[in-house]
């Protein structure tokens, strides 16, 4: 019995750890950086990073979470609603799906898991 209670412990502190863990690679005044990975074609160029793409989390209103990502002066508003499986890009009408391991996916789970802070108005 002990052993058994020793392992949901375990089993239930590495869940509550894996919940705190964030995708971004930096915070700074409201803004959370996510790093592009770097593709097969990029190291055949030479190409050794990308700019980050810097993601101010704007909040939830009626369930429509909203988000600005930028890259230097280039901006897009995004908008999903939970669970964010796909994401609404405003400036361009498209529409995207929040795939697993792309970055688009790691800012969703940030947020769906709020660990981003809303920027204050």
């Known amino acids: 019995m002990r052993k058994f209670c020793l392992a949901v412990l375990l089993a239930l502190s590495s869940q509550v750890f894996a919940e705190d863990r964030h995708n971004y690679s930096m915070d700074q005044n409201?803004?959370?950086?996510?790093?592009?990975?770097?593709?097969?074609?990029?190291?055949?160029r030479g190409v050794e990073s990308h700019a980050m793409i810097?993601?101010?989390?704007?909040?939830q209103?009626?369930?429509?979470?909203t988000w600005i990502m930028h890259v230097g002066q280039r901006y897009q508003i995004?908008?999903?609603v939970s669970p964010c499986e796909f994401v609404r890009i405003l400036n361009t009408n498209e529409t995207?799906?929040?795939a697993p391991g792309t970055v688009l996916w790691?800012?969703?789970?940030?947020?769906?898991n709020k660990?981003?802070?809303?920027m204050p108005y």
């Open 54 to 59: 810097m993601v101010t989390y704007k909040g």
């Open 115 to 118: 660990r981003l802070e809303r």
């Open 96 to 98: 995207l799906r929040a």
């Open 61 to 65: 209103v009626n369930g429509v979470h």
């Open 30 to 44: 409201f803004e959370y950086g996510y790093e592009v990975g770097q593709s097969d074609l990029d190291r055949l």
């Open 78 to 80: 995004a908008t999903c």
């Open 106 to 112: 790691a800012i969703v789970d940030d947020i769906v």
